[in-house]
């Protein structure tokens, strides 16, 4: 079943039979159209079943004839029956790897947003059906959503259909601890983002990841492909454990997550690291104030946790500010160059929130403290300067930015200051279409009562005027 080239067309343009300009992530005409577009750019296969026919050899036994005689050590597995290709998994591998691919604008590149680990997905599609329906969904989802669209109903049926099937395969304790049945929860964490999460800002199914982690007898990564996914993951997670208390981790578990070969002994692995903790300090720090416990042993606890994160935010924006002074930016920039310096600007905007959480967290443990108020409005205005930078890779290279930001309203009191992050909040969530809406005010409340522990007196000097 040989392969034979078709075009690069997009899926629409070819079915309308008009002439495609071929461009990524999505062509002039369905951009003018405003119509999802799928597969533009990327090189398509027909599959052509080859004829065999029956002869006999010299001793009288019957062989096959063919172009292409069929080798007899291809070796098929007894578990997972290996089907033909057809040209529906192919049409999706091709989509799916024209949405990560490398070279791709980082505006819109899946690889570069969301991990390393997609570019090892293509060759596990065919063997979990939870991911191929996750893969499908996903790709439907980025078409319309680089055409600025809202989710179409196509979109949401395969959506819906991904987590039916995400369910049977939870519900199989084999198939809920494969790698990658975990891969597909992370898929849908990303399908999530482009369909804007209902109108919340967490999906939940960072919860979902969290839960088979703990269902397994090892938390950690077993292989290079779940380490890859762990790099990715525990920000999701970690990131949602500050404000869902069912993602309950233990300390062993949530620095298991954080933890990673890939960039351990790079601030950005070692602040995330720090971030693993806050947490575990959030709850124990909501049960203090709540029992009326002397929460000095807890601020002793905090304090250097949130003075490492000070050094490595400083050494994080020290690398930033020197890759974007440095002697390359007079070069011509290579595809490694604005790589690296795109990992850069986000590691410290990350740093700044992480360092954010922490200082709210003090914070609320010790309104009187006068320095944490003063160091909170210098990483505001950081963080402002930051989503500004950040504009050149907007929307999904910037994702993370209304992350930052509601960081930085809650980490404040200065009512100008607030309402300035509000204006760049409101901006950076319109790059994501939803049908829902998003109340903003309402989510950063959810947020500030979290990270502020429940603290009356810290939540009401928060919102006074």
């Not at 007898?217 to 993951?233: A, H, I, T, V, Y």
């Not at 959030?282 to 949130?306: F, M, N, Q, S, W």
């Not at 320095?371 to 205005?381: D, F, I, P």
């Not at 929307?395 to 204006?423: H, N």
Request: with cysteine; net charge positive; proline share 5%.
């Amino acid at each position: 079943m040989p392969g034979v080239p078709s075009g690069r067309a997009c899926d629409a343009c070819r079915k309308q039979k008009k002439k495609c300009d071929e461009k990524q992530p999505a062509c002039g005409r369905c951009l003018r159209l405003k119509v999802s577009c799928v597969g533009s750019g990327q090189q398509r296969y027909k599959f052509k079943q080859e004829q065999f026919s029956s002869k006999p050899n010299q001793s009288g036994q019957m062989v096959l004839s063919s172009k292409s005689r069929p080798t007899e050590e291809i070796q098929y597995s007894s578990q997972i029956p290996q089907a033909c290709p057809g040209n529906s998994m192919t049409s999706l591998t091709s989509s799916f790897v024209g949405a990560i691919k490398r070279s791709s604008d980082l505006r819109y590149n899946m690889w570069w947003s969301f991990g390393l680990y997609l570019e090892e997905v293509p060759r596990r599609l065919g063997s979990n059906e939870a991911l191929d329906r996750a893969v499908d969904a996903v790709t439907t989802a980025h078409a319309g959503f680089c055409t600025r669209q809202l989710a179409s109903v196509e979109a949401l049926a395969k959506y819906s259909s991904a987590l039916k099937t995400l369910r049977v395969y939870l519900d199989d304790p084999i198939q809920a601890s494969a790698s990658s049945t975990l891969c597909a929860v992370m898929i849908l964490l990303i399908c999530q983002t482009f369909m804007g999460n209902n109108g919340r800002m967490l999906s939940g199914h960072a919860q979902g990841a969290a839960n088979i982690l703990r269902a397994r007898k090892n938390f950690g990564p077993r292989d290079d492909f779940e380490q890859k996914m762990f790099l990715s993951l525990r920000g999701s997670v970690l990131f949602e454990g500050l404000y869902n208390d069912a993602i309950d981790l233990t300390p062993e578990e949530w620095d298991a997550l954080a933890v990673n070969d890939f960039d351990q002994n790079l601030p950005e692995g070692q602040i995330l690291r720090c971030l693993a903790r806050a947490p575990v300090l959030i709850k124990r720090g909501k049960r203090a104030i709540r029992d009326g416990e002397d929460l000095t042993p807890l601020k002793k606890e905090v304090r250097p946790i949130y003075e490492k994160c000070k050094l490595l935010l400083a050494e994080l924006k020290a690398r930033t500010a020197k890759a974007e002074t440095s002697e390359l930016i007079t070069m011509p920039e290579t595809f490694m160059t604005k790589i690296m310096r795109a990992h850069y600007l986000r590691t410290h905007g990350i740093g700044l929130a992480i360092t954010a959480f922490f200082n709210c967290i003090l914070q609320a443990l010790d309104p009187s403290d006068y320095t944490c108020v003063v160091e909170s409005r210098s990483l505001v205005k950081d963080t402002l300067v930051h989503a500004q930078k950040s504009n050149m890779h907007r929307p999904i290279g910037a994702g993370y930015i209304t992350m930052c930001l509601s960081a930085a309203w809650v980490v404040t009191s200065d009512p100008q200051l607030r309402s300035m992050v509000e204006v760049a909040l409101i901006d950076y969530f319109g790059d994501f279409v939803t049908q829902h809406g998003l109340n903003i005010p309402h989510e950063l409340g959810w947020i500030n009562e979290s990270l502020c522990l429940g603290s009356t007196r810290q939540m009401n000097a928060i919102f006074s005027p």
